[in-house]
């Protein structure tokens, strides 16, 4: 089953409204999560670092005003796409390791979040 | 240089061929190796770590050369249910507990009946 788990897998908006993605880890506690985004036919682009009872740590070009993350508890990470534009369609994917000893270092990924904006 | 890259492919093959991946990293600090696969429009899944040693998981074959950088996949006996996208990624550490996944575009791969 489903380690991470992600939602909602589909999102269709206008441009200007803004959207939020969940991100939970089933059956074990996260503090750390990551937020990629991937385009068509484009690697996975790690957006930002979600780490549980901070800020997040954002990679370089991507907007913190733009995508606001919280990581309120141990299990649920939210990316919100504030004042999205059709250029912000992609797709969009949390993902987070169990720790040890539960993990061995694997990622697992949630389902993503397809986001297309009109 | 790109921090990962990958043949781009598409590598199309009959069912049973083997099909080998190529993948080379820019830093020379990474600690972790991972090939991932991805079905289309769906999220990455671990196929299999790499280990310096090399290693083998059923049909799926896997090697690391350190001081070359480059990593490699390779697959016997292809099933239609192969076809996929084969992500070759990589992990370092930045301090403490943290780190960083860089990942590959990816190869996509197309086994033919």
């Known amino acids: 089953g489903a380690v991470v788990s992600q939602h909602p897998s589909w999102v269709i908006c206008k441009s200007g409204t803004s959207v939020k993605i969940e991100c939970r880890s089933l059956?074990?506690?996260?503090?750390?999560m990551f937020w990629y985004r991937q385009f068509p036919k484009q690697s996975l682009m790690l957006m930002a670092t979600s780490n549980e009872g901070s800020k997040a740590t954002y990679e370089q070009g991507v907007e913190k005003d733009k995508f606001l993350i919280n990581h309120a508890s141990l299990t649920l990470s939210t990316l919100t796409v504030t004042s999205a534009h059709p250029e912000d369609s992609s797709f969009y994917i949390c993902s987070a390791a169990p720790p040890p000893p539960e993990g061995r270092g694997e990622l697992f990924f949630g389902e993503g979040s397809r986001l297309t904006v009109l | 240089r790109k921090e990962v890259e990958q043949d781009p492919g598409p590598f199309n093959v009959p069912e049973g061929a083997t099909v080998a991946f190529n993948c080379t990293y820019s830093?020379?600090?990474?600690?972790?190796f991972f090939w991932y696969r991805q079905d289309c429009r769906k999220e990455p899944k671990l196929l299999m770590s790499?280990?310096?040693s090399g290693n083998e998981d059923g049909r799926f074959t896997a090697q690391l050369n350190r001081a070359s950088q480059y990593i490699s996949l390779l697959i016997r006996d292809s099933k239609l249910s192969d076809s996929a996208t084969y992500l070759c990624v990589v992990k370092k550490f930045s301090g403490g507990s943290n780190y960083k996944l860089t990942f590959g575009k990816g190869t996509l791969l197309t086994v033919n009946p």
């Open positions: 059956d074990f506690q996260a503090t750390t």
């Open positions: 790499v280990y310096s």
């Open positions: 830093n020379s600090a990474s600690q972790s």
